[in-house]
């Protein structure tokens, strides 16, 4: 499988949308909200950036829907509250694969632009003073980030969330029967494997970005990751791929799949810790560590058992629709991988079988996700 040609969000705006399902990614977003305005804010009184008229910014792995116009806003707020502040105008790429709905997101820019425009207006500000604000320069590169995007030192500040934790590929040779990524039982080589392979990419990406960013510039990377270094922890949040790789194989049990399908089938993704993020920007060198969170996110609909009204039957409706609601979320993610793979025609049976499964046992509704802030080095010329 080519993840390249074959890994995108779900597209449109329908039920089983990506816009649509993409709560985590917008809490997350929301709690690195913080970090992302300091290091813009640290950028723009920065000796290397002060006094530049035209500020370059990329999104990586942007998707589709209204978390990538989001960030847009939370960077042009930052910009418009520094005074003093030359930056007149903004260059913004959103990058990710090809086959990303590059199409929903650009039809929303209008809306997006008319609420800027009330937003600023509504504060008092002039419009004539802020047109090149208002309506910045936003442009579509497609491409992996595992590898060069944009010209030479043409970014200062590169924003990335809930995309590093996706590979260039699946670790190839895996032993891995009846699973689809790291479980419990899973021997060493497998885990061995996926932490090299990711330790891989992130070295393809930190050398591409310390290429396309000027001496000074940030980056800010928020993504899955587990609070243990060993991956197989208890506390490790692999419970929804388990819970995946039943549900094919009870679809083997039922003739509607073959088992090398499933042993042939390796999810092309690894939630990193803290320690391997630290060795890799070690190694590579480009960057300076400035910040490294290891932040909580809630997940998941918990029942609360107190509800004075609450019956039986309400708890199961309401296991139920957390079941379909984990689901849609799962299937947003995957579904175009894993019909490239199994097929079209076993996808609506495939995650209903998930959602009765998730009723059934409730994962964990804790989500760890790392942020870290980066500083590219300044090069000594010589």
């Known amino acids: 499988m080519e993840v390249t040609q074959v890994l995108h969000m779900n597209k449109g705006d329908g039920e089983t949308s990506y816009a649509k399902n993409s709560t985590i990614q917008r809490k997350a977003l929301s709690i690195a909200k913080p970090i992302i305005e300091e290091a813009v804010q640290e950028l ?10 035209s500020m370059g910014i990329a999104d990586l792995g942007c998707s589709s829907g209204p978390n990538t116009l989001l960030f847009i806003s ?18 913004v790429y959103l990058n990710d694969l090809f086959t990303n709905d590059f199409n929903t997101l650009f039809i929303s820019l209008p809306e997006f632009f008319n609420k800027l425009k009330q937003d600023y207006c509504g504060g008092g500000l002039d419009p004539n003073d802020l047109q090149h604000l208002m309506n910045p320069f936003i442009a579509a590169v497609p491409g992996s980030f595992y590898g060069p995007l944009f010209p030479k030192k043409s970014l200062h500040f590169v924003h990335s969330c809930f995309s590093l934790h996706w590979l260039s590929q699946a670790p190839a040779g895996l032993n891995n029967k009846g699973k689809i990524y790291i479980s419990e039982s899973s021997p060493q080589c497998v885990l061995d494997a996926y932490s090299m392979q990711f330790q891989k990419d992130f070295t393809v990406f930190l050398r591409s970005r310390a290429q396309e960013i000027v001496d000074g510039g940030r980056m800010v990377l928020s993504f899955l990751g587990r609070p243990s270094s060993d991956p197989t922890a208890a506390e490790t ?21 073959e088992e090398e399908k499933v042993n042939s089938f390796n999810l092309p993704y690894y939630a990193s810790c803290e320690e391997e993020l ?20 809630d997940g998941g609909d918990r ?3 107190d509800r004075p009204n609450s019956t039986a039957f309400d708890d199961d409706q309401m296991i139920a629709s957390s079941g ?19 097929g079209k ?29 980066l500083i590219k080095k300044n090069r000594i010329s010589t």
């Open 44 to 53: 723009i009184m920065s000796s290397n950036v002060m006094g530049i008229e």
């Open 74 to 91: 939370q960077v042009m707020d930052v910009i418009h509250g520094a005074q003093p502040s030359t930056i007149t105008e903004l260059r």
């Open 237 to 257: 949040t692999f419970d929804q791929w388990e819970l995946l790789a039943h549900a094919l194989m009870a679809m083997v049990l039922k003739g509607r799949i």
């Open 278 to 297: 630290n060795l890799v920007l070690q190694k590579e060198g480009s960057f300076i560590t400035e910040r490294l969170e290891m932040l909580e996110i």
């Open 303 to 305: 029942l609360d058992q």
């Open 324 to 342: 379909q609601r984990a689901a849609n979320g799962i299937r947003v993610l995957l579904e175009s991988m894993l019909e490239s793979h199994f």
């Open 345 to 373: 025609e076993i996808m609506d049976d495939l995650f209903q079988r998930y959602a009765e499964l998730v009723s059934k046992h409730p994962t964990n509704s804790t989500t760890t996700v790392l942020v870290i802030s």
